[in-house]
């Protein structure tokens, strides 16, 4: 069986918690972190602009590309300690919800977390990211919530009936 947990700051431990619970010891894991090119290539943009091209040593984009490496490898290797069983970690760079689809591709399932308003249940507790996550992934998916859920008092209430004319 093929895991393949996104991680991403701020949710990580739900999704490693999960792959540790639900996931088969004899499992490949994968851990999946995505970094977004786009400060960086913005501040590629900015300086070669603004400030010109004499000095590429202090454009701040390459720093930033650095610091963005440094933190992705980071985060998964907290990920790996956490889930303390042999695991690949995979950094990818990119639009983070094509890059999951894309790297989920062929897995056996794949784990995420909420990524929208986790105070309520519904539909405004995915993201766009994490929408679109659900919507294409090619695998079954585990969706999990970073905190414990919410109380089923926050659903959101149902729509009105529709109006038939019988009922006049």
Sequence with gaps: MTVIAWIVEGTWPACV???????PENA???????ADPGAPGAAHGAFAGLLGRAH????PGTA???QATAAGERLLTAAAERLGRPCTR???????????????????????????????????SLGPAGRFVVDHAPCPVLLVWPEPAPGTATLPPPPPLPHRPQDR
Excluded: C, K, Q
């Excluded at 995979?90 to 986790?118: F, H, K, N, Q």
């Design 17 to 23: 918690d999960a792959v540790a619970a639900h996931a």
């Design 28 to 34: 490949d894991i994968t851990l999946l972190h995505v």
């Design 56 to 59: 590429p040593g202090r454009d």
């Design 64 to 66: 930033m590309e650095h």
């Design 90 to 124: 995979r950094e990818r760079s990119g639009r983070a919800e094509r890059e999951v689809v894309a790297a989920a591709e062929g897995a056996d399932l794949l784990v995420l977390a909420r990524d929208g308003d986790r105070t309520r249940l519904g539909p405004h």
